[in-house]
C-alpha cells in the first residue's frame, strides 16, 4: 500500500540536492527534509502520512511526468486510514518523538544523547524546557526546512498532528510564494474613491493575508456598518514589504490595506519630497478622511485626524507624541531609508513600530547595494526572527565573514534562497512586464559626450592616480615591515598605527578625490550637455533632466527660463507645484531634478525621456529616476539618455553600475548573479591599473 506514492518521492530524492531553486531539480529545501523523513519511515505510513506526501508531490508534477510517472493517477489517500499491517518488517519505533505543540510549535522529546542536544541547538529558535524536559522548536521559515532533515537524520517519529502543522506551514509558504507574484485576486473594499487595477487587489489580498485576516471577511459586505475587527481582534505586530517595482501603486495599495482593516487613525512616514503627493493620494482614494502634514518649522501640535503625515528628518522630534497617539497602522514609504541600523531614524522608525500593529513598508527598490540593507527594515517589520535573527541572515546572505578590522556584512550569498524567502514571509513584489503588458517599453540609451577641459581632466586623474599608488606603496611597505613578526605582534602593530581609522580616513580620501574627478568630467561636459538638450526640446516633446550636484542642476535650470525644478533645497510644497506645472502645461517641457530629491515619489508621467547629466553610485538610483516616468499612466515607450563623459571615470562608474544591478536583482527578483567588491574599490583598481600600478 502507498508505493506508488514512496515510488514517486524515491524518484525525486535521487536527483534532490535540496536546492530545487538553483537548478529545478528535486525537492525544494524545505519538501526535501520531509521527503527523507517519509522514506526513512515507509511502509510505516500512516494515512496522515501518506495524504501529506501525496499533497507535497502535487507542486512537483512536471518532474514527475519527465520521469513518466502521473501524479493525476496517484490515488487520494484516506488521512484518517490507519497504519497497514505489511508483510515487510516496519522501521523500529523510538522513543524520539515530535508532537505538535502550543501555538506555533512543535515539542521534541528523546532520551538524553549529547549529539542529539548538538543537533538540536544547531536548529534555529530551539529552546529547553527545563521543566518538562523536552525541546521547543518553532514552525517559522527558518526551521521547518532543518526541522525536517533533523527528522530524517536522526530517526524521529512524527506524530499525525505534527505531520499536519508542519505541512500546512509549508504550504502556507508556497501559496505566499505564488501570490507575491500574483497580477489578479478578488476583494471587496468600500470607501474607495476608485477602482484598484487586478495586480493591486492581489497586493492587497498578500498584505491582508500576511496580516494574519480571514479573507472570507473581505468576499462580502460586512452586516450592520460593523467592521473587520468586530469579527476579528487586531492581528499580532508583524509587517508586510510592498516591494513593487516604481510605478506600480503602492501607495494606492497601502491606503487600500488601511481601509479595508480600518486600521485607523495611520501615520505615513516619507521622504519630505513625497508628503503632498501622499495628501493628495489620500483625499483622492479616501475622500471622506482628514489628512494633516506635519511641516517643519510649524507648530508642533498633531491634530486627531485619519491620516497624519511626517518625513524621515522629522521623525525623532516627535516619536513620543506619536507613540501616545496609540496609532493603528504605520507606513513607511521609501523604506530603503531604514537601511541603516545606527541611524537615528532608524532608531526611531523601530521604537515606533513597537507600539503599532498594523505595518507597511513600501519600497521599488528594497535593496539599494547589498542584501545587508534589508535587515533594519525586516527587524522593525518583526519579520527578521523568521530569517534566523540578525546574525543568521547575515551569514546566510550576505557572505559574513571576519576581516581586518572586525565582521564584514557587505557581501552577498544565497540570493536565489533569500528571493524565495521574502516572498514565502512578508514581500509582495511585481515587475511591470508581468503585470502591465499594456505599459510600453523602457530603452536606455548611452551617448558619448566630448569634454571641453581634456587637458584639465587627464592632468587631474594623474594626480588620483600617483596619490593613490604613493598610499598602496605605504601600505605595501608597512604589511612588509611586519611581515616577520608573530600574529599577537602584527596586531599590536597595527593598532599603535591605528590601521582601522586609517583605512576608513583613506577611503574617505579616495571618495573625496574620486567625487572632484567626476565633477571634472561633468564640468568638461557641459556645453555638450546643454546643446543636446536644447536640440532635444526643438522636438517639442517633455524631457526630465537628472544631475547630482547643485551647481550642475542650476547652470541647467538657468539656461532654459520655462523650466521648473525640484532642487533639494526647494520646500514640499514647492516641489507640488513644480511637478504639478510640468504635468499640466503643455508649454513647460523641461525639469530640473535633483537626483536624490527628484527619484523619488513622484509622477512625471507627461515626459517620456529622462536625460542623467550624472551618475549615482548604483542602479537603483537610477532606475527610481527613470521610473518616476514608467508608470502607470504612461502612454509612450519611455526613453532614458545617460550622457557619458568620453574617455572619463564615467564610462566606468557606468559599467559598475550594470555589473551591481545583477546582485541586487538576484535578491529581489532571484535572477543569477555573481557577487562583486564595492564600487569604490573597482574604481580604486581601475584607476591603478590605467596608471600601471596595479
Known amino acids: 500500500m502507498y508505493s506508488d506514492l514512496h515510488g514517486a518521492i524515491t524518484a525525486l530524492l535521487s536527483r534532490c540536492d535540496g536546492a530545487r531553486e538553483q537548478d529545478g531539480q528535486g525537492f525544494n529545501k524545505i519538501d526535501a527534509g520531509y521527503a527523507l523523513w517519509l522514506a526513512s519511515r515507509f511502509p510505516d505510513w500512516s494515512g496522515a502520512s501518506a495524504y501529506q506526501a501525496w499533497n507535497m508531490l502535487r507542486k512537483y508534477q512536471g518532474q514527475l511526468r519527465t520521469m513518466g510517472l502521473d501524479w493525476n493517477a496517484l490515488p487520494v489517500p484516506d488521512r484518517e486510514a490507519p497504519r497497514p499491517a505489511s508483510k515487510e518488517a516496519p522501521p523500529p519505533r523510538t522513543l524520539r518523538t515530535i508532537e505538535l505543540g502550543v501555538g506555533d510549535t512543535v515539542i521534541l522529546s528523546f532520551p538524553y544523547d549529547p549529539v542529539l542536544v548538538v543537533a538540536v541547538k544547531e536548529i534555529k529558535g530551539a529552546k529547553w524546557n527545563a521543566g518538562s524536559k523536552v525541546w521547543s522548536v518553532p514552525l517559522g521559515p527558518a526551521q521547518v526546512g532543518a526541522l525536517m532533515m533533523f527528522a530524517a537524520a536522526h530517526r524521529f517519529d512524527l506524530a499525525d498532528s505534527a505531520q499536519e502543522a508542519i505541512r500546512a506551514r509549508v504550504d502556507a509558504m508556497e501559496d505566499a510564494k505564488v501570490a507575491s507574484s500574483a497580477s489578479d485576486a478578488e476583494i471587496l473594499i468600500e470607501g474607495l474613491g476608485g477602482v484598484l487595477r487586478p495586480f493591486q487587489r492581489a497586493g492587497v489580498i498578500y498584505c491582508l493575508h500576511a496580516f494574519g485576516y480571514d479573507l472570507s471577511l473581505f468576499q462580502t459586505p460586512l452586516v450592520d456598518g460593523s467592521t473587520v475587527e468586530d469579527y476579528r481582534g487586531a492581528p499580532q505586530r508583524r509587517g508586510v514589504l510592498i516591494g513593487d517595482e516604481p510605478g506600480l501603486g503602492k501607495t494606492i495599495q497601502s491606503i487600500a490595506v488601511i481601509q479595508a482593516i480600518g486600521a485607523f487613525p495611520s501615520l505615513v512616514v516619507c521622504p519630505a519630497s513625497v508628503k503632498w503627493n501622499w495628501a493628495r493620494e489620500i483625499r483622492a482614494w479616501l475622500p471622506g478622511k482628514t489628512v494633516h502634514v506635519i511641516e517643519a518649522g510649524k507648530n508642533g501640535h498633531i491634530p486627531c485626524v485619519d491620516f497624519t503625515i511626517v518625513n524621515y528628518d522629522l521623525l525623532r522630534k516627535y516619536d513620543e507624541m506619536f507613540i501616545a497617539r496609540k496609532y493603528k497602522s504605520l507606513i513607511f514609504d521609501e523604506s530603503q531609508a531604514l537601511k541603516s541600523r545606527k541611524a537615528q531614524r532608524t532608531q526611531s522608525a523601530k521604537k515606533l513600530a513597537s507600539y503599532v500593529p498594523v505595518l507597511l513598508a513600501l519600497t521599488g527598490t528594497p535593496i539599494l547595494n547589498r542584501p545587508a540593507e534589508l535587515c533594519s527594515p525586516l527587524e522593525i517589520l518583526g519579520r527578521l526572527p523568521e530569517f534566523g535573527g540578525w546574525w543568521f541572515f547575515v551569514k546566510r546572505y550576505c557572505a559574513a565573514k571576519r576581516g ?69 606603496a605605504n601600505d605595501e611597505e608597512f604589511v612588509a615591515s611586519i611581515a616577520g613578526l608573530s600574529e599577537e605582534e602584527q596586531n599590536r ?14 577611503r574617505a580620501e579616495q571618495l573625496v578625490r574620486i567625487e572632484a574627478l567626476k565633477q571634472c568630467a561633468v564640468k568638461g561636459k557641459m556645453e555638450e550637455v546643454k546643446g543636446w538638450i536644447t536640440d532635444f526640446l526643438e522636438s517639442d516633446q517633455k524631457l526630465v533632466c537628472f544631475a547630482s550636484h547643485i551647481s550642475f542642476q542650476k547652470d541647467i535650470h538657468a539656461l532654459f527660463p520655462g523650466s521648473v525644478h525640484i532642487f533639494g533645497e526647494d520646500t514640499a510644497r514647492d516641489r507640488q507645484v513644480a511637478v504639478d506645472r510640468f504635468q499640466q502645461d503643455p508649454q513647460c517641457r523641461l525639469i530640473v531634478c535633483s537626483l536624490a530629491a527628484g527619484g523619488l515619489g513622484i509622477n512625471l508621467t507627461a515626459a517620456s525621456n529622462v536625460a542623467f547629466v550624472e551618475f549615482g553610485w548604483n542602479g537603483a538610483v537610477m532606475a527610481q529616476g527613470e521610473d518616476r516616468c514608467h508608470r502607470m499612466g504612461q502612454r509612450d515607450s519611455v526613453n532614458a539618455w545617460w550622457l557619458v563623459g568620453k574617455g572619463t571615470i564615467e564610462e566606468d562608474i557606468v559599467d559598475l553600475i550594470e555589473e551591481k544591478n545583477r546582485v541586487i536583482d538576484s535578491a529581489i527578483d532571484g535572477v543569477g548573479a555573481s557577487v562583486q567588491e564595492s564600487m569604490l574599490k573597482e574604481l580604486v583598481s581601475k584607476l591603478m591599473k590605467k596608471g600601471g600600478a596595479g
Not at 512578508?426 to 517599453?441: G, N, Q
Open 404 to 472: 581586518r578590522f572586525g565582521l564584514d556584512v557587505s557581501g552577498a550569498s544565497n540570493l536565489e534562497e533569500l528571493s524565495v524567502r521574502l516572498r514565502q514571509t512578508c514581500m509582495v513584489r511585481r515587475l511591470k512586464a508581468d503585470v502591465l503588458p499594456e505599459l510600453p517599453a523602457k530603452t536606455r540609451t548611452m551617448i558619448d559626450v566630448d569634454i571641453s577641459n581634456r587637458a584639465e581632466y587627464e592632468a587631474a586623474e594623474r594626480d588620483v592616480i600617483a596619490w593613490l599608488s604613493e598610499r598602496a
Open 493 to 506: 602593530m597595527r593598532r599603535q598605527r591605528g590601521a582601522d581609522a586609517a583605512e576608513k580616513a583613506k
